[in-house]
């Protein structure tokens, strides 16, 4: 049996790299694990060995100790790997195959998967509709920021990638299917983006960067990105950005320096819980200060899509309210300007296949866009350290060499 190593959740702040359990086609119990998920059978399951695994912000989120997320947890959901086990039920997914994991965790029989809303599947999380690997209240399945990982459903949930070397000279952009990048552009069709579009993406991270690459793709005509980290905005600059760094004052003003009008024709909030104040209050956090500035910022009738994170549980939150995801929120300026919302995690498997054919006919450089950066990882902590303190890059971890950093 090969042996494992996993990067583990040990507390706010804290990660490290451990030997964990080798998968097995069975949910046992552990850290997160909902008890009426303990001792689930996998026989539609696969066992990659992991080509790639990402840090995503996503999980910075709980090693800050802003989630109720339990120490012990094997951390991270965006996952590409190599197949070397399948269970008996598994009919089309082969060994060898190199595949791109949905980090929503999905049946593919319940009525939201039949409708393609798969970030909300019935049947894989007892304690809410949707679930994901190695993240706090999604059904205990254990994480891919390992050596090797267990998929279940996997006829149904893998993206098989048809030409394995031709993904190989691609896979830096390829790992990005399994979340950013899907995420990134949902938040872009939910807000409307669409040729000649003006829009506005708040937060220059990796989403953020991935919702401007995305709305490039979709035609829009001017792409602005707002952040308070030139790092992260010279980044956004680097594939045809233009930026406005919101702690110099009111995001609105600078916007109307770009484009001759303070309102875009759409927002993308890439930003989430975790949000600041804009100019003399930049420094202070203000859950529900993205959301209100892109309501200011959007023209009447106007979309904002929301692919940022919104919890229900916040325990390290400014105040009583946001510590149950109670915001202040503007929805009388967006109720007068009649615009639409779109909330929740992005059903990856509603745009996969399109973007990967997006990246292997040379229409987008998603991994140049993000910065992505591969590192062993056994530098995991590292790189969860740096990517706190607002570094620019997109790490992407190589458990087993495929990447070349061993």
Same mark, same amino acid.
């Given at each position: 049996m090969a042996g494992n190593r996993g990067v583990v959740y040990q507390g706010a702040g804290r990660v490290e790299v451990q030997d964990i359990a080798y998968p097995e086609f069975e949910l046992k119990d552990g850290p997160g694990v909902n008890p009426a998920n303990v001792g689930r059978k996998v026989p539609h399951g696969v066992v990659l060995k992991v080509v790639a695994t990402n840090i995503c912000g996503s999980d910075q989120h709980m090693v800050r100790g802003r989630t109720t997320a339990p120490e012990g947890l094997v951390l991270g959901h965006e996952i590409t790997g190599e197949v070397v086990e399948k269970g008996p039920d598994v009919e089309f997914i082969e060994v060898g195959d190199l595949v791109s994991v949905p980090f929503n965790i999905s049946c593919g029989r319940c009525r939201n998967c039949k409708e393609r809303r798969t970030e909300i599947c019935l049947n894989v999380n007892p304690d809410r509709p949707g679930s994901a690997?190695?993240? #706090?209240?999604? *059904?205990?399945? $254990?994480?891919?920021?390992?050596?090797?990982?267990?998929?279940?459903?996997?006829?149904?949930?893998?993206?098989?990638?048809?030409?394995?070397?031709?993904?190989?000279?691609?896979?830096?952009?390829?790992?990005?299917?399994?979340?950013?990048?899907?995420?990134?552009?949902?938040?872009?069709?939910?807000?409307? #983006?669409?040729? *000649?579009?003006? $829009?506005?993406?708040?937060?220059?991270?990796?989403?953020g960067l991935a919702a401007a690459a995305s709305a490039q793709l979709l035609g829009a005509a001017v792409v602005i990105v707002g952040d308070m980290k030139e790092e992260r905005l010279a980044q956004a600059r680097s594939f045809g950005c233009e930026t406005v760094d919101v702690s110099k004052g009111d995001p609105g003003e600078q916007i109307e320096q770009i484009l001759g009008s303070p309102v875009v024709d759409c927002a993308v909030d890439a930003v989430g819980f975790e949000a600041h104040g804009t100019g003399k209050d930049a420094g202070k956090e203000a859950p529900a200060s993205v959301l209100n500035t892109a309501m200011a910022l959007t023209r009447a009738g106007g979309s904002i899509g929301v692919p940022g994170l919104y919890v229900t549980g916040d325990p390290g939150a400014s105040d009583e309210a946001a510590r149950e995801g109670s915001l202040s929120i503007r929805l009388g300026l967006g109720w007068s300007r009649s615009h639409a919302f779109f909330t929740g995690q992005c059903p990856v498997m509603k745009y996969h296949r399109e973007l990967m054919a997006a990246i292997m006919t040379d229409r987008v450089r998603i991994a140049e866009a993000v910065n992505a950066v591969a590192i062993p990882l056994e530098e995991a902590p590292e790189g969860y350290r740096s990517f706190d303190e607002g570094a620019a890059v997109k790490y992407v971890l190589d458990p087993n060499g495929y990447l070349g950093t061993g």
């Amino acid at each position: 049996m090969a042996g494992n190593r996993g990067v583990v959740y040990q507390g706010a702040g804290r990660v490290e790299v451990q030997d964990i359990a080798y998968p097995e086609f069975e949910l046992k119990d552990g850290p997160g694990v909902n008890p009426a998920n303990v001792g689930r059978k996998v026989p539609h399951g696969v066992v990659l060995k992991v080509v790639a695994t990402n840090i995503c912000g996503s999980d910075q989120h709980m090693v800050r100790g802003r989630t109720t997320a339990p120490e012990g947890l094997v951390l991270g959901h965006e996952i590409t790997g190599e197949v070397v086990e399948k269970g008996p039920d598994v009919e089309f997914i082969e060994v060898g195959d190199l595949v791109s994991v949905p980090f929503n965790i999905s049946c593919g029989r319940c009525r939201n998967c039949k409708e393609r809303r798969t970030e909300i599947c019935l049947n894989v999380n007892p304690d809410r509709p949707g679930s994901a690997y190695g993240y #706090v209240d999604m *059904g205990g399945w $254990v994480g891919g920021q390992a050596r090797y990982a267990l998929v279940p459903y996997a006829d149904w949930n893998l993206l098989r990638f048809p030409d394995r070397d031709r993904a190989m000279e691609r896979i830096l952009d390829l790992t990005m299917l399994s979340d950013i990048f899907p995420t990134g552009y949902h938040g872009c069709v939910t807000a409307g #983006v669409g040729v *000649g579009s003006s $829009v506005y993406v708040a937060g220059a991270g990796p989403v953020g960067l991935a919702a401007a690459a995305s709305a490039q793709l979709l035609g829009a005509a001017v792409v602005i990105v707002g952040d308070m980290k030139e790092e992260r905005l010279a980044q956004a600059r680097s594939f045809g950005c233009e930026t406005v760094d919101v702690s110099k004052g009111d995001p609105g003003e600078q916007i109307e320096q770009i484009l001759g009008s303070p309102v875009v024709d759409c927002a993308v909030d890439a930003v989430g819980f975790e949000a600041h104040g804009t100019g003399k209050d930049a420094g202070k956090e203000a859950p529900a200060s993205v959301l209100n500035t892109a309501m200011a910022l959007t023209r009447a009738g106007g979309s904002i899509g929301v692919p940022g994170l919104y919890v229900t549980g916040d325990p390290g939150a400014s105040d009583e309210a946001a510590r149950e995801g109670s915001l202040s929120i503007r929805l009388g300026l967006g109720w007068s300007r009649s615009h639409a919302f779109f909330t929740g995690q992005c059903p990856v498997m509603k745009y996969h296949r399109e973007l990967m054919a997006a990246i292997m006919t040379d229409r987008v450089r998603i991994a140049e866009a993000v910065n992505a950066v591969a590192i062993p990882l056994e530098e995991a902590p590292e790189g969860y350290r740096s990517f706190d303190e607002g570094a620019a890059v997109k790490y992407v971890l190589d458990p087993n060499g495929y990447l070349g950093t061993g």
